[in-house]
């Protein structure tokens, strides 16, 4: 008997060995399906260029990413507002794959697809240990991995930050997981320092105090009327007062990085103003997004890279949004008792889209595909969860529900790889984004740029004469088609345009050298002096202007003032080539002119001011600036050499 027991409890502990590697073997195989079919479906992206929409800011024209890992550069990571963000984690990770790689696109697109990937590991991981429901966390994360919605953040190498955000997300989620299965104070620890380190990426990541009280609900079952969705997870609901200072340190976090982030966005004038677009009407659009970002999630169709704002949105259409939002809120709130996923996916997908909904607007897009990066997967549980109950019914329910679901997989993957090609370079983007999208100034803008690089002008001309047309206030895109029309020939259209982009952007410095540079080119040297000296009055500390001005008082013999106008473009870059180059210029001219008038001070003996000077003089300084290719009129050398003069007469006495 006592043998029988002794064999039945190592039979039961032989069961138990086979039952948990067998589930570990599950998770093994099915980890490694979603990371292939990842890897296969948006391999491609390998073999693309750079998108230039917003890349040459965050990789490929950053100075500070070329320099590599330096201290400056590390150090600049951590106090950089560029691009109306603080994100030094990101930051980093550009510097890293710059320093490995140089710029390579293809493996700055490897590294974002591995970070997918990672990511949707990492998801699938969370889901099977909270729910304890592994086809179902699978399917979850094979969604994930492979909607069209979330090209955008893998491919668009601009939007790493996406995937590091995900990244510390979901390392925020396990963590959380481990602290209220082990009640172990550095999971606590673990999930705050890796919402830090989130928020440090993307800003997003803010709701997550919120998704973690959410998740409390359901699976993990913490809070009054929420139950466990993992039966084996034992955990015991903490009163509630508990489960809330639990958040409080993430929540005071939140509120620091929030303000900091919300200034810099506001200092840089990257936050619409309420003149700009009214409050109403940020709420209209709002309600509006959540429902297009539903229609998008199940009819993933006419995707691009930009969508700007419409028209104002009738009272009528907001209404009808808010109402469905409302009704799908009351009946995911009516469920809750019985199915605890629809409620807690509804807030999943609500919740986290708070912060990009456009109630704080950022930006001229009215949504974005990269938005629902996170909060997709909030629909994505309420759709699994909703069809495993219903394939539960019967089996001839389950069959139909498998084969319609296998066949959705597979029509996705096909429309994801078809979105993923038109990534392949700006100009297909652009153009597939213009082909669905009506009045888009910032494609326009940017399909523009990119034929204007390739030297195609006339074509460049008519998107941003189209960028013109739909936003006449963008100071860029007059520039722009001021150069298109200055490299065309039509030299008073081009002065017309730039002279636009200045009165719309005091500060735009590259207007300003552009209109001076052609006012200098069609001879009106003048209009020239007066643009820089107008621009230098609202930026008095750039060196190109400085430098610039300086060469133009150079053809008009004012070597005086150029010379100090090149000192203090040095003094605010003491490494500006071109303004020391000027400077010895300016050196070498005026040392041969001295020559010049030392040799003939008897020529000179007698000539009175308002005498006219030997022609030989005049001859003889203005060949001096020709051989240093400084164009300059007897009139102006007439006027030099009345200035100059008096300086040897001053050396004898």
């Known amino acids: 008997m006592f043998a029988n027991a002794k064999y039945n409890a190592g039979t039961n502990r032989c069961k138990d060995w086979a039952a948990a590697n067998r589930d570990m073997l599950l998770k093994v195989i099915i980890g490694t399906c979603l990371a292939t079919a990842t890897y296969v479906v948006f391999f491609k992206v390998v ?102 919605l979330h090209v955008e953040s893998v491919v668009w190498v601009a939007e790493r930050k996406d995937l590091l955000c995900g990244f510390f ?50 699976p993990l079952g913490r809070i009054a009327g929420g139950r466990p969705a993992n039966p084996a997870l034992a955990v015991q609901q903490p009163p509630v007062k508990s489960v ?129 990066y996170l909060p997709s997967i909030g629909i994505y549980l309420i759709l699994v969860w909703g069809l495993a109950t219903l394939a539960e019914r019967s089996k001839a329910v389950r069959i139909i529900t498998v084969a319609v679901g296998v066949l959705a997989l597979l029509i996705m993957a096909l429309i994801t790889s078809r979105q993923i090609d038109y990534w392949k370079n700006s100009e ?14 910032v494609i326009h803008y940017n399909l523009g740029l990119t034929l204007y690089r390739q030297d195609r002008i006339s074509e460049a001309k008519r998107h941003f004469t189209a960028a013109v047309e739909y936003a006449p206030g963008d100071s860029q895109s007059h520039y722009m088609l001021g150069l298109c029309l200055e490299r065309l020939g039509q030299t008073e259209g081009a002065i017309s345009y730039l002279l636009n982009a200045c009165k719309l952007n005091n500060n735009f410095i590259d207007a300003y050298i552009s209109l001076a540079s052609i006012f200098r080119q069609t001879g009106r040297v003048e209009a020239a002096i007066m643009t820089y000296r107008e621009a230098l009055e609202k930026s008095p500390e750039a060196p190109r202007l400085h430098n610039n001005l300086a060469t133009s008082l150079v053809t008009r013999g004012n070597l005086k003032e150029a010379k100090r106008h090149l000192e203090r473009a040095l003094a605010y870059d003491p490494g500006n080539q071109k303004a020391m180059q000027n400077r010895r210029l300016i050196e070498h001219i005026e040392n041969e002119i001295s020559e010049t008038l030392q040799k003939n001070q008897n020529v000179l003996v007698g000539v009175l001011p308002g005498d006219d000077y030997p022609p030989e003089i005049i001859f003889t300084i203005k060949s001096i600036f020709i051989k240093y290719r400084v164009m300059i009129s007897n009139r102006n050398v007439a006027e030099l050499v009345s200035r100059k003069i008096l300086i040897p007469n001053t050396e004898r006495q």
């Open 47 to 148: 073999r693309f260029d750079f998108i230039s929409m917003d890349t040459a800011a965050y990789v490929y024209d950053n100075p500070h990413l070329k320099a590599g890992f330096t201290l400056d550069s590390v150090s600049w990571a951590f106090t950089s507002t560029e691009i109306s963000n603080w994100h030094p984690v990101t930051w980093l990770s550009h510097m890293a794959d710059v320093a490995l790689f140089g710029l390579h696109a293809g493996a700055h697109h490897h590294t974002s697809l591995i970070l997918h990937i990672v990511n949707t590991l990492l998801l699938f991981l969370f889901l099977d240990a909270a729910t304890g429901r592994l086809w179902r966390a699978g399917l979850v994360a094979l969604l994930f991995a492979l909607h069209p």
């Open 169 to 218: 997300f979901f390392c925020s989620l396990l963590a959380y997981w481990k602290y209220v299965s082990d009640r172990g104070f550095k999971w606590y620890v673990t999930t705050f320092c890796s919402f830090i380190l989130g928020f440090m990426a993307k800003p997003m990541i803010v709701t997550l105090p919120f998704l973690l009280l959410v998740l409390d609900f359901w």
């Open 244 to 372: 809330l200072m639990e958040k409080v340190p993430m929540l005071l976090a939140t509120i620091g990085m929030s303000v900091l982030v919300m200034n810099i966005q506001a200092h840089s004038g990257a936050m619409t103003t309420v003149s700009e677009l009214p409050v109403n009407e940020r709420f209209f659009n709002a309600l509006l997004s959540y429902i297009l970002y539903l229609r998008d999630t199940f009819w993933p169709f006419d995707l691009c890279v930009y969508y700007p704002l419409a028209p104002p949105i009738r009272k009528e259409i907001a209404l009808l949004a808010l109402t469905g939002i409302g009704l799908l809120s009351a009946l995911a709130f009516s469920l809750r008792k019985k199915f605890g996923w629809a409620l807690s996916g509804w807030l999943w997908y609500l919740g986290m889209l708070v912060p990009v909904i456009g109630i704080i607007q950022v930006g001229a897009q009215s949504r974005a595909d990269r938005y629902m």
């Open 428 to 441: 297909t983007l652009y153009r597939q984004a213009l082909a669905i999208t009506e009045k888009n100034s």
